[in-house]
């Protein structure tokens, strides 16, 4: 019988565990799911919930009509994004094996980024300091993930470009960064750990409290300092001050 049970662990067949949190570490129902999500107490992989904006969901010119997005803008604003966050995770937490941002629409997956550490001592550093850090104007929500293996998570119809769920899908649509970024994040290893940004201006030195305009024009958007030690004024008052600290 425990041979039984422990081999259905986490699948379809399991009626007390929930097979798409084990997948996917998220689930549609969230706290009302009828089976239980068991949270890692140590994992290689975190979750960064809902920090990935997309602009095509939000880009709005100021009489609030909204502002059409280039493809060739959409891919410039997503690498910038995601190698901001491979950065400041390699640098201040351990080397990053893999790093994935979804590209779903529904509440529970919609923005998340998930970073896989070689080692799992670095994943549990990087949740205890993120939960206390704010990116682009928004605190950050981090957890320890179940997923281990991506393949499992990711929807195959979608990568074969036959996903009818659309953005709605419960398995995991990964949204791809140019060939050019990923020969410069993953690549460089082989040269030693040395290396240098692509951008001419990282984003990680912006001003605090200043808007950012990236290096090439976006009309319709403006850049807060991305990563930010949270306020202790919000600690003590709440956090709707934290907008009136940056001002």
Known sequence: MAEYLASIFGTEKDKVNCSFYFKIGACRHGDRCSRLHNKPTFSQTIALLNIYRNPQNTAQSADGIRCAVSDVEMQEHYDEFFEEVFTEMEEKYGEVEEMNVCDNLG???VGN???KFRREEDAEKAVMDLNNRWFNGQPVHSELSPVTDFR???CRQYEMGECT???FCNFMH??????ELRR???GRRRKGRRWWRRRRTPLSLAIPGKAFS???PWPWWRWWKRWRTRPRETEVQGPGTFWKVLR
């Open 184 to 186: 410069d994040l993953y």
């Open 174 to 179: 990964l949204k791809p960064i140019s060939r």
């Open 113 to 115: 980024v998930y970073v």
């Open 152 to 154: 499992e998570a990711c």
């Open 165 to 167: 769920r659309g953005g």
């Open 107 to 109: 509440d529970h997956l």
């Open 214 to 216: 990236l290096p090439r």
